[in-house]
């Protein structure tokens, strides 16, 4: 079936922001085709968001409050639920929509028809306000993500930025929605699965701009800078390759080290933080960091003194005491 407009909600999650979301909304409302636009808010603390926001859209957008907080990943499935439309995409508080996203993804649907995810590439809008464009890519016009080259990257790597998307709520609720308890995956997850089970195809176009953060109270950030990020991502391509094992018959082996050598643990993170990872995730951290592919003799120098010393050379280098 043709996915038309009319079939298509952009859904805008917001919790206690007001610095970012008028933009976001503004940049969902102001689509070269225009489609219908709701805002989730996740039962915030800010009792005057609501008139906040509608105050400056009015009867353009339809605005939808959580009874109780249900978190990030669960907010998501509660998107799926006050959407009347059969396909729908999430746009958090603080990203951006280009005018050409729903354009642009309504023409690779037509490109590439009967699958269950489409995808657009991303930019990447720094802290200090600098705009960084998706890195090089190696197919042109779109790419499979069910099958191939795509698909395989999709097991070991989360290559899809989070905004600029559009997904089929009926095969998202059929593979099981989004993984709610997740603390740091649960949107590669759902990629994962919709195109292992249902297919899935990304565009080259630029459709969405993402902001990054730096600031400590940010979950993701968090996580990064305690170190689960590199032990939650291998968990997440077990449970991939299990899936496919399960879906596909195809027994993969997992290769822990892979990763960290198409994508070295940073340098930096590991010296200045490496002191406030717990014990064991200290570990785990030093064996795939003297796993890495070295991008220069500084970084090989390091691998080299780890090696010697052992993880808790950490400690030394960053000149602070770990935390037990």
């Known amino acids: ?3 038309r407009a009319e079939h298509i909600t ?4 917001v919790f206690n922001r007001r610095d970012y979301v008028l933009e976001a909304v503004r940049s969902a409302l102001d689509q070269t085709v225009p489609v219908k636009v709701i805002v989730v808010e996740d039962c915030g603390p800010d009792p005057g968001l609501r008139d906040f926001i ?8 339809e ?4 009874q ?6 669960d907010n998501w499935n509660a998107c799926m639920e006050y959407c009347h439309t059969t396909w729908f995409s999430i746009l958090h508080d603080d990203d951006l929509l280009l005018p050409n996203f729903i354009e642009d993804l309504l023409a690779l649907a037509k490109a590439a028809p009967d699958r269950a995810l489409y995808f657009g590439q ?4 720094k802290p200090d306000g600098t705009i960084h464009p998706p890195g090089r890519i190696d197919w042109n016009g779109w790419r499979d993500l069910g099958t191939g080259e795509g698909f395989n990257q999709l097991i070991d790597e989360s290559i899809l930025g989070f905004s600029g998307h559009l997904i089929s709520i009926a095969h998202a609720c059929n593979v099981g929605r989004f993984r709610k308890n997740s603390w740091y995956t649960g949107d590669w997850d759902m990629w994962f699965r919709l195109a292992l089970t249902c297919g899935a195809a990304q565009t080259e176009k630029v459709v969405a701009v993402g902001r990054c953060h730096d600031s400590w109270d940010r979950a993701t950030t968090r996580i990064v800078r305690k170190g689960w990020k590199w032990l939650l991502d291998n968990v997440q391509r077990k449970r991939n390759l299990a899936r496919l094992k399960t879906e596909r018959g195809e027994d993969r082996s997992f290769e822990r080290s892979l990763p960290q050598v198409r994508h070295p643990i940073p340098l930096r993170l590991m010296v200045a933080a490496g002191s406030g990872f717990h014990r064991r995730v200290l570990v785990y951290n030093w064996w795939l960091f003297v796993h890495s592919q070295p991008p220069h003799w500084r970084y090989a120098g390091l691998q080299w003194l780890l090696r010697l010393l052992g993880p808790r050379v950490l400690i030394i280098l960053a000149g ?5």
């Open 68 to 73: 109780q907080n249900r978190g990030l990943f």
């Open 63 to 66: 605005y939808f409050r959580n």
């Open 320 to 324: 602070f005491k770990r935390r037990p």
């Open 10 to 13: 952009i859904a805008i999650t």
């Open 122 to 125: 991303i930019n990447r809008l």
């Open 1 to 3: 079936m043709e996915i």
């Open 54 to 61: 509608m105050s400056k859209f009015g009867d353009r957008i």
